[in-house]
């Protein structure tokens, strides 16, 4: 496809149960950014890839929050035992190292922890 | 003190009126500046990058003003379709984190 694409659009989960949220970005886009979402505040970053190093993870909120990206293109975000403060929308967006125009963003996926 | 900050709003505007928001930023080491619009339960689309001379994209102008550390949007001749949250967003690097304002409500009424 043509932007950035994320699955599932809606996830809802027990308390305490594992999900896995995948990132597919623009083909060819060297970096990839995972933000987090809470209704009525502007996204709060959580993780930064280049390729399949991930440079920055300074945005995590607990050891229960794993990203990667094993080959440089499709990211999965791994939330372990969720709890109810996990609740948000996680946004994954995509660019070239040397764009200077700002990532794009795909449609998010909408996390609902009961 | 929060990295990013903008007034929340809203701003309430008739259309065709001329409305401006501004920005603030706290990193002197800031390198990129953006502003994003989000539609209400969408994802934030880039609207333009700011630029040091300012910048025009039709109705849209954008302003940096390094010294003070403020961006700021204008925006002209203002349309019911222009209601959005705009973004205020700042970056250290190409190869670091958008650090991202709470956001500026707009609405534009007739």
Redesign the interface.
């Known amino acids: 496809g043509a932007g950035v694409s994320q699955s599932p659009r809606y996830k809802v989960a027990k308390r305490g149960q594992d999900v896995a949220l995948r990132c597919d970005p623009i083909s060819g886009h060297v970096s990839l950014f995972w933000y987090q979402q809470a209704l009525g505040q502007g996204p709060e970053f959580l993780t930064y890839f280049q390729n399949e190093a991930q440079l920055d993870k300074s945005g995590l909120p607990s050891d229960r929050f794993f990203a990667e990206r094993p080959e440089g293109s499709v990211s999965t975000l791994k939330i372990q035992r969720t709890q109810q403060e996990d609740s948000a929308v996680y946004l994954c967006a995509s660019s070239h190292v040397s764009d200077g125009r700002g990532p794009l963003f795909g449609p998010g996926t909408r996390l609902t922890v009961l | 003190r929060k990295e990013?900050e903008q007034d929340p709003g809203p701003f309430n505007v008739p259309e065709g009126a001329t409305v401006a928001f501004n920005c603030t930023y706290s990193n002197s080491a800031s390198q990129?500046f953006?502003w994003?619009r989000q539609d209400c339960r969408?994802?934030?689309?880039?609207l333009m990058?700011v630029y040091s001379s300012g910048n025009e994209d039709g109705r849209f102008t954008a302003q940096l003003n390094r010294a003070s550390q403020y961006i700021s949007l204008l925006i002209r001749d203002s349309k019911l379709s222009d209601s959005a949250t705009y973004?205020c967003?700042v970056?250290r690097g190409?190869?670091?984190?958008?650090?991202?304002?709470?956001?500026t409500r707009l609405q534009v009424t007739l």
Not at chain 2, 42 to 46: N, V
């Open positions: 990013v990129s953006f994003y969408k994802e934030p689309k880039l990058s973004l967003v970056n190409t190869a670091s984190k958008l650090t991202f304002g709470t956001g």
